[in-house]
């Protein structure tokens, strides 16, 4: 079973940046689209961003041109980069294989904590 570890989540002010990293144990990762999740208290899960096999990239509306995602295949990782960050994007994140609207291939992962606030 595949498993993936998020990191780099943490307390930032309105206005500040965090990269965040998806380290997945799965074979033939650079075959997989990757996606970034999160999940707001008494929210549902949304995607927020997708890269597929060959690095092109979606976003959702509410981080277009505020939020990075990237991928090394050498290294099984998905980044996503975070700036303009805003009280609204207060979450968990988590990555995963995108599946559907919002569900993922794999089990979840722990995820990562981001708070934003002043």
């Known amino acids: 079973q595949v498993q993936l570890v998020e990191s780099g989540g943490g307390l930032v002010q309105p206005g500040g940046s965090l990269r965040l990293s998806c380290a997945a144990s799965a074979r033939f990762f650079s075959a997989w689209a990757m996606g970034w999740y999160r999940q707001a208290p008494g929210k549902q899960r949304e995607l927020v961003a997708s890269?597929?096999?060959?690095?092109?990239?979606t976003y959702a509306d509410s981080v277009k041109g505020r939020f990075t995602i990237s991928r090394d295949n050498a290294k099984n990782t998905v980044y996503l980069q975070m700036n303009s960050l805003k009280p609204e994007d207060t979450a968990v994140y988590y990555c995963?294989?995108?599946?559907?609207?919002?569900?993922?291939?794999?089990?979840w992962g722990q995820g990562t904590q981001v708070t934003v606030s002043s």
């Open positions: 890269i597929s096999s060959e690095g092109s990239t």
């Open positions: 995963n294989a995108p599946r559907g609207d919002s569900g993922g291939y794999w089990d």
